[in-house]
């Protein structure tokens, strides 16, 4: 059976987390049940890049203050580490500490926040699709990985939780390559990002869900209030949780789908069981969900090629840049992992090399590429 524990969390005041976080632990067994005092242990954040909490792209330090102290009641070895979006440097991870709040929570309590930019190629024997893989080097030298997500909307994969945080254990521009290498969202979803989440195997999955992002997550949507705190030692059986709590049907979740045919989780949610507060009275039945083209490639099956092929062309989704919010920055031809935008006097999108990956998208620090969608599957839908 999995566990999840859901409990009651209005803001982001330091006593009412700390009381709702220590509730999720006991709900679950309590700590110590997972976690050997004098243990080294990973917080793996959700820094998506350059943002202040208040935006709610990123994990908020206050839920990763919490989780340290607890650890640190243990005398265990703490550090902070993820690999956000774009390049990974001392001088970008120095920028994204600072901004989202990060750096205040190691000074505060005596932590290390890691700078070390090198890799490690690991192999996973059980992948379905990325069997070797490039780990941030932090990762590999810890007893435990505690995963603090952020709930949000995704653009490509719909819906951001524990499963998705993980792509953060890839180093750097190697997330780009890999975006490149399968750039069909299904396959990158239902089994890449799968295979990097039973590798890496956190020991705990923690929700930031108080404030999560709806709409085009996970950095252009908008924040919207939940009010909730999860926990659960399975990514996958909390992510079907917290897609029950912003009304989101789990079938359209690509990465929980892949931990239903994988069997993390059963298909009916039988082996998932909730504690701690009532679900029912956080659920959020207008949360707004990104529409994607999936349903339409889904109709490969029953259309012949000759149709299905250009159907799908015209209604995929497409990044368009907004040129009166632009700064040129140059943050998009960075990360760009199929190097199809180019900037002359504007930024120019190749859309006929495009994958639709959305790492623009998804990185634009001044919200400045939108995902438009064609009028027709916007009609059919």
Known sequence: MNFVSIRKCNDYNYDNIKESIERNLDDIGGIEKYIKRNSKVLIKPNLLMKKSPEEATTTHPTVVKVICEILLRLNCEVIIADSPGGPYTTSALKGIYKSTGMKDVADELGLSLNYDVSEVKVENKNAKALRFMDIITPISQVDHIIN??????????????????????IAGLKK???????????IFCEEVLLDICSYVNPTLTIMDGIVGMEGEGPSAGTPRHIGTTLASTSPYALDSMACKLINLDITKVPTVRGSIKRGYIKSDLSDVKLVGDDINQFIIEDFKIPKTSKDFRLLSSILPKFIHEPL????????????????????CIEVCPAKVISLDSTIKIDLNECIRCFCCHELCPKKAIDIKRNVIFKLIK
């Open 148 to 169: 603090v997500c952020k709930l949000k909307t995704h653009g490509m994969a719909t819906f951001t939780g524990g499963v998705k945080n993980l792509y953060g254990s």
């Open 176 to 186: 780009a390559e890999i975006h490149y290498r399968f750039p069909n969202e299904e």
């Open 312 to 331: 799908t062309k015209m209604l995929t989704p497409k990044p368009v840049v907004s040129y009166n919010k632009c700064v040129k920055c140059k943050k």
